[in-house]
């Protein structure tokens, strides 16, 4: 069974590829009529919401995955949240973390979650939403060479390692997004609207 | 058990308690932390969740529904809508049907849907949301003191009368609302999230 997913961004659909197992993740740029949308939500269910439709659009009578997903940061108030990836001005990954370890030094409280929002949308316009979360901490240098965005300076709780350290295996089972994704598949074989 | 439901409109909750019988349903304004947001989503679905996210927040732990929905012409390339509530500029229901019938006049397709779509979340941030349509045609003159809105100019297909000239048993079966409200308590059951 094919799912269309809503990315254009290497590391998730590899992710998203080895959690459905089983399944054929389409990437929405095989849709010429795709166009990336504004994410103007305020919330990380709103921008999956805006990406599942927009992919639904350009792929219509597919089943399209879309998620949003970012870090939160108790001491900054959340941030930087729906922001995750244009937090710095630059909006790279490296400026992104820079900026982070930059806002957060000399914090007593290092405490953070990656928060994954996952969308399903179906033909008949049935949604399926489910989050993941992973606790962690933001240590104050870089570690790793697996992973993407914040994984280099996040350890999450449990582990030594941060997840740019671990393998994408071991990642996956306790990654944000890769609770999120189980969840959804889970409630959409419950719901009979997907076989494995 | 019991639902919040995101909405202040007497129709809608008198719809929603009909439907999701064996239920209870509370409306938001019980919940003193409620707001009504800013429904600036661009579709139904994202209108939808801004509503029920907001629901969610002012009521911490409970289950919650919205709905948004509108009257679709495409002879007016689908207008009004998600602006179906604020069509006019006084936006009062008369005043909103006025706008429509002014605008069809001499239109030679008179065809037009409601559409509803209709979200719960549950206290773990599953979502679950499903669309209902209410295929019919625009009628030149109002009918009937029933129902709100659109209800006394539009006239499902298959029936003589309009929905507001309908008994509200009547129009909640055929209704858009009454058939994602529907579907969303079957699909609820499936997941087990809800017990009848």
């Not at 089983?22 to 849709?31: N, Q």
């Not at 009529?33 to 999956?48: C, I, K, R, V, Y």
């Not at 399209?64 to 790279?92: H, K, M, Q, W, Y």
């Amino acid at each position: 069974m094919k799912i269309v997913f809503a990315s254009g961004n290497k590391g998730k659909l590899r992710e998203a590829a080895e959690i459905f197992e089983g399944f054929e993740i389409v990437p929405i740029s095989a849709f010429p009529a795709w166009t990336a949308p504004d994410e103007n939500g305020s919330t990380f269910l709103q921008n999956a919401v805006i990406k599942a439709e927009a992919a639904a659009k350009a792929a219509e009578g597919q089943i399209v995955l879309a998620d949003d997903s970012g870090l939160v940061v108790p001491a900054l108030n959340g941030a930087p949240g729906i922001f995750s990836a244009r937090f710095s001005a630059e909006g790279t990954d490296a400026a992104n973390r820079k900026k982070l370890l930059a806002e957060l030094s000399g914090a007593g409280d290092r405490s953070a979650y990656f928060l994954c929002t996952a969308v399903l949308i179906f033909p008949d316009k049935t949604v399926i939403a489910a989050e993941g979360r992973c606790c962690g901490k933001i240590i104050g240098t870089e570690r790793g060479e697996n992973g993407f965005g914040y994984d280099p300076v996040f350890v999450p709780d449990g582990y030594e390692k941060t997840l740019a350290e671990l393998s994408e295996g071991e990642k996956n089972a306790i990654s944000h997004r890769g609770k999120a994704f189980r969840k959804l598949i889970s409630r959409a074989v419950d719901l009979a609207v997907i076989t494995e």
